[in-house]
């Protein structure tokens, strides 16, 4: 009895628990963890991947983020100032996206200021759709509360733009570095949370 109504007592607390901590626990990941080069174009702007042909993310909780570098071959920014970044995603995982995280690493040092994110927009297979946006002026950039999935086999478009500095003179390097992920709508974390503590369950029960 005093098991059963431990059992009643203490579930309902691990599950409210674990979607407390879904968040974090499950947050970011990409399936394959690419590593990828992009060249500043006159403009300036970096275009990341195209309609023709996206750059292929899969969300994966245990994964680890997409890396990028944004390097200046023939320094075309060479002040302060916006560079504008068009990058093409397409969603070939099987969990739909309704987040998208952007965060700015620190450069080598004396490579130049702390970059920040400005304005944005998204669009999903040529569509614009709304969102809401948390970190503007920062580094770190959470776009979330889309009014639409990023579905399976869906393209995310995301253009925006971002405060560069130049970099030191006699510095070699690229002059941004940028993590990003998709992170799990909060459903499929729920899901997970609640197996979790079925398998545990279960497990108890063959003890």
Known sequence: MLR????IVLTPVLAIALLAT???V????????????HEVEPGPI?????PSSPIPIDLDPTGGPWSKSIVDPNFVVTAPGLLTMVETIQNVGNEPWFDWHEHILPNAAGAGGISTWFRVKLSVNGTPIGFASGGLGTGDLWLDTFSQPV??????TVTK?????PLTAGTAGPILRIQEYPTPEPASAALIAVGSLALLGKSRRSV
């Open 4 to 7: 059963s109504l431990t059992q």
């Open 22 to 24: 879904s968040t974090t």
């Open 26 to 37: 499950w947050a970011q990941g990409t399936a394959t963890s690419p590593f990828t080069i």
């Open 46 to 50: 970096v275009f990341i991947g195209d």
């Open 151 to 156: 579905l399976p086999g869906d393209i995310l």
């Open 161 to 165: 733009e971002v405060e560069v500095f």
